[in-house]
C-alpha cells in the first residue's frame, strides 16, 4: 500500500496496491508518512512511476521498454521531460481560469491535427525542466490571481514521474488540473489517485476507424471510456469534445450518446474552433474549419442527449 | 523570478473574419475582446483576468 493522504474531497481514502513498488520505503512506513499532504505523497509516487520507467506501461500502449537506459516506446520521450510552456492562459473552461498552465513535451498519440503537433510529437522540444524554479514562477502565478495549476502536454501521463514532481514541488492547497487525451494505463491511474483534483479530458473520436486514421491509436473508446469513468469516480470531471470538420456525425454523436447514458452529469464543453494545423492537410476534410453548420448540429446533439454543457 | 519561457499564444484569422486563438493569455483575451466586444466568452475570458488581477 502507498500513500493514502487525506484529501479536501471524500475521496482517496482507499488502500493502493503496487505489485511494481521499488522505492526503500516499506510499505506500511509509507502509509503512516502519507498523513503529510498531497506534495509529500507525489513525491513518494514520483519514485515509484520513475522506477516503473524501466518497464513503461503509463499508457495505454503499455509498449514495456526500459525508458531509464534509452530505449522508446511509441511516444519516444527518454527518462527526462522537456517543458515547451509554462504560463498563465485563459483558454480552458472558465471556472478553471486563470490557469498557470505547464506543458510537458511529447505525446501518446499521433493526432495529425494536433494544434501544438511540433512540440507534441517531439518529447525534446522546448526546455529541460528546472524545478526550483517552476515552483517558484507557479506560486508567483498563484500570488497574480491564477485559480488553479494545469499540468498538459502532449500528453503528461508519458511524464508521470517529472508531473508527480511537479506536485511534490507545490503547495498543498491550490487545485491542481490533469489535463489529459485519457489514454492512461491502470498503472499511471493508480499512481494519479486522489493527486488532482480535476480531470479536464479529452474525448476525441467516437469510433476506432477514426482514431485509428486521425491519430494511429487502436482500440480507443474501450481505453477513453475506462478512464474517463474512472476519473468520475475519483475526481472532478470535465470531459471536452472538439468539434471536428467532417466528423459530426461519426465522432461527436457516439460520444455525445454514450456520454449521456453513462456520465449524465459530468461536464461537457464543446469546442468549436477547429484549426487545421499540424498535418491536417493529410485529410481531405481536416483542411479547413469547422462550419457554422456544424457547430449547432453538434449543439443539437448534445441537447438532445441532455449533456451539461459548460464553457 | 523570469520565467524561462517565451510567453505565447497563437491568434490565426480566417478570411471570412473569423478568429480562431490558442494558448490565450491574459493579454490576448484583452486584445481579443476589444476586437470583438459582442463575443461574450472572450470578455468572460477577460474579465476574469482583470477581476483575478484586481484581488
Given at each position: 500500500m502507498i500513500c493514502d493522504f487525506p484529501t479536501r474531497s471524500s475521496r482517496g481514502d482507499e488502500a493502493l496496491t503496487f505489485s511494481y513498488l521499488k522505492t526503500n520505503e516499506s510499505p506500511h512506513v509509507v502509509s503512516c508518512k502519507a498523513e503529510r499532504g498531497r506534495a509529500f505523497a507525489a513525491s513518494l509516487r514520483a519514485k515509484i512511476a520513475r522506477a516503473s520507467l524501466a518497464d513503461c506501461k503509463l499508457c495505454a500502449h503499455e509498449c514495456g521498454v526500459n525508458r531509464l537506459i534509452g530505449e522508446q516506446g511509441l511516444c519516444h520521450a527518454g527518462a527526462t521531460a522537456n517543458i515547451f510552456s509554462a504560463q498563465i492562459e485563459v483558454s480552458d473552461e472558465l471556472e478553471l481560469i486563470p490557469t498557470f498552465a505547464i506543458a510537458l513535451s511529447g505525446c501518446d498519440l499521433r493526432c495529425s491535427?494536433?494544434?501544438?503537433?511540433?512540440?507534441?510529437?517531439?518529447?525534446r522540444a522546448g526546455k529541460n525542466l528546472n524545478l526550483p524554479a517552476l515552483a517558484e514562477r507557479a506560486v508567483q502565478a498563484l500570488d497574480e490571481g491564477a485559480r488553479t495549476i494545469m499540468i498538459l502536454g502532449g500528453e503528461p501521463t508519458i511524464h508521470l514521474p517529472t508531473a508527480l514532481e511537479i506536485v511534490a514541488a507545490l503547495p498543498d492547497?491550490?487545485?491542481l488540473v490533469w489535463k489529459t487525451n485519457?489514454?492512461?494505463?491502470?498503472?499511471?491511474?493508480?499512481?494519479?489517485h486522489g493527486i488532482f483534483d480535476v480531470w479536464l479530458a479529452d474525448y476525441k473520436f467516437g469510433n476506432d476507424t477514426c482514431a485509428q486514421r486521425l491519430a494511429l491509436v487502436p482500440n480507443y473508446n474501450q481505453i477513453v471510456q475506462e478512464n474517463l469513468l474512472w476519473a468520475n469516480e475519483n475526481s472532478e470531471l470535465i470531459v471536452r469534445?472538439?468539434?471536428?470538420?467532417?466528423?459530426?456525425?461519426?465522432?461527436?454523436?457516439?460520444?455525445?450518446?454514450?456520454?449521456?447514458?453513462n456520465l449524465p452529469q459530468v461536464k461537457i464543453n464543446l469546442r468549436s474552433g477547429f484549426w487545421p494545423a499540424w498535418q491536417a492537410g493529410k485529410h481531405s476534410e481536416l483542411r479547413g474549419t469547422t462550419t457554422s453548420l456544424e457547430t449547432d448540429l453538434a449543439t443539437k446533439i448534445a441537447r438532445d442527449y441532455n449533456l451539461n454543457l459548460v464553457e | 523570478m523570469k520565467s524561462n519561457f517565451t510567453i505565447q499564444g497563437e491568434v490565426l484569422i480566417l478570411p471570412d473574419g473569423k478568429i480562431l486563438a490558442h494558448n490565450i493569455t491574459p493579454e490576448i483575451a484583452a486584445i481579443l475582446s476589444a476586437l470583438d466586444p459582442q463575443n461574450k466568452l472572450m470578455r468572460q475570458r477577460a474579465a476574469k483576468t482583470r477581476r483575478s488581477a484586481n484581488k
Open positions: 491535427f494536433c494544434i501544438t503537433g511540433k512540440e507534441s510529437w517531439n518529447p492547497e491550490p487545485k485519457a489514454h492512461a494505463s491502470a498503472q499511471a491511474r493508480e499512481l494519479l469534445h472538439l468539434v471536428m470538420p467532417g466528423h459530426v456525425e461519426c465522432c461527436w454523436r457516439p460520444i455525445a450518446e454514450w456520454l449521456g447514458e | -
